[in-house]
Antibody
């Protein structure tokens, strides 16, 4: 059974940093590209970042470019999101999602981890 | 990257068919057959219901279908059922090798 579990969310002050983790199981992690998506309270989904299966290619939404970094450790079947220079606008539920193999779409999602940026 | 444009709300009666539109540009929806759709019930995780414009993942009801014409993709729900009441989001791959979601549509079953 495919499992995707995010962790690391917390209350952090504006200007602070946080590192999210996503631990996976039930599939061959290094076969798949992985993504981060977030959802602010009461708002829609916002795509954030993509990392290729081997970690060599990364892409970011304009809203987080230069502040967030995505990485993965295929030996630990894990995905990470390093978030720096956080603002109140980054308050959201952060989801880790698996990209479907050889096609578009995100077929498995975690339950999300909540990041609250507030003083 | 601006969100793809979806109607805020669509409603229909039990058994009816409804269609949700998702409008983008030549750099996303119009440029690639990489549109997907997600169903998200309140407080729940998004669920993939359509990928690559018109393909259904295993286990998704045949009542859900997708299509695309020009810069607009569409999700049709046939034989509307009470459990279809939910939020729906489209998503597209873009020319910058990024993805973008739609603004979201709330479906109400009358």
């Amino acid at each position: 059974e495919v499992q995707v579990v995010e962790s690391g969310g917390a209350l952090v002050q504006p200007g602070g940093s946080l590192r999210l983790s996503c631990t996976t199981s039930g599939f061959t992690f290094d076969d798949y590209a992985m993504h981060w998506v977030r959802q602010a309270p009461g708002k829609g989904l916002e795509w954030l970042s993509l990392i290729s299966w081997d970690g060599r290619s990364t892409f970011f939404a304009d809203s987080i470019k230069g502040r967030f970094t995505i990485s993965r450790d295929n030996t630990r079947n894990s995905l990470f999101l390093q978030m720096d220079s956080l603002t109140t606008g980054d308050t959201a539920l952060y989801f880790c999602a698996r990209e479907t193999l050889r096609s578009s779409g995100f077929d498995y999602w975690g339950r999300g981890t909540l990041v609250t940026v507030s003083s | 990257q601006s969100a793809l444009t979806q109607p805020a709300a669509v409603s229909g009666s039990l058994g009816q068919s409804i269609t949700i539109s998702c409008t983008g540009t030549s750099s996303d929806v119009g440029g690639y057959n990489y549109v997907s759709w997600y169903q998200q019930h309140p407080g729940k995780v998004p669920k993939l219901i359509i990928y690559d414009v018109n393909k259904r993942p295993s286990g998704v009801s045949h009542r859900f279908s997708g299509s695309k014409s020009g810069y607009t993709a569409s999700l049709t729900i046939s034989g509307l059922q009470s459990e279809d009441e939910s939020d729906y989001y489209c998503s597209s791959f873009t020319s910058r090798t990024t993805y973008v979601f739609g603004s979201g549509t709330t479906v109400t079953v009358l």
